[in-house]
Structures are given as C-alpha cells and as structure tokens.
C-alpha cells in the first residue's frame, strides 16, 4: 500500500513539458517531409495522435500545440535553407585535376 501511494503521488506532481510542444513538433515535421503518398497519411494520423495524447494527458495546454505549427515551419525553412547553402557552397568548390601518371611520361 506505502508504494502505491508514492507512485500517486510522484505522478500526480509532475511538471508540465516545455512551449511549444516538441511531441508535435516532431510529428509535424515528420508529416510535412514524408513525400509519398501512402506514408504520408500515416505520419498525418500520427501527428493527429500526439495533438491529443499530450494535452489528454496533462502534459500540454493546447496552446504548446498551436504554438509548435510556426515553430516547425521556422525549423524547415531553417533547414532547407542551410542545406541549399551546403550544396550551393559544395558546387562551387571546383575539383582539383591530378596529373595522371601515364600521362608524365
């Protein structure tokens, strides 16, 4: 009985997690970069699932939900952004020709 009691009270004192919600988040972004079709509406679910299992189970206000959609969009453009420099700055980047060694003699 003593660990029951514990265990009650441990779960009932828990803090809330940050803002916005990565648990969304990440579902989101997920659901957004899923190109084919079939997979796609799985992630979308998935996404459907984690805006209602964290606020269902206290530990997000609906608001950390909202909040995490521009957020996402923020992280995506951030990323697309910073992998269209890697890639512009790797064809720039032109290769060194080395002498061939049949062709010294």
């Given at each position: 009985?003593s660990?029951?009691?514990?265990?009650?009270?441990?779960?009932?004192?828990?803090?809330r997690?940050?803002?916005?919600?990565m648990?969304?988040?990440?579902?989101f972004?997920l659901?957004?970069?899923?190109?084919d079709w079939?997979w796609?509406?799985a992630?979308?679910?998935y996404?459907i699932l984690?805006?209602?299992?964290?606020?269902?189970?206290?530990?997000h206000?609906f608001i950390?939900?909202i909040?995490?959609?521009?957020?996402?969009f923020?992280?995506r453009?951030?990323?697309?952004?910073?992998l269209?420099?890697?890639?512009?700055?790797?064809?720039?980047?032109?290769?060194?020709?080395?002498?061939?060694?049949?062709?010294?003699?």
């Amino acid at each position: 009985p003593s660990s029951v009691n514990y265990l009650v009270s441990v779960g009932s004192n828990h803090l809330r997690n940050c803002f916005p919600s990565m648990h969304f988040a990440w579902a989101f972004l997920l659901a957004l970069g899923v190109k084919d079709w079939r997979w796609r509406w799985a992630f979308i679910l998935y996404a459907i699932l984690m805006v209602l299992a964290p606020v269902a189970g206290g530990e997000h206000y609906f608001i950390d939900i909202i909040a995490a959609v521009p957020f996402s969009f923020g992280v995506r453009w951030f990323a697309e952004r910073r992998l269209m420099r890697k890639r512009a700055a790797s064809a720039r980047v032109a290769p060194v020709a080395t002498p061939h060694p049949a062709a010294a003699d």
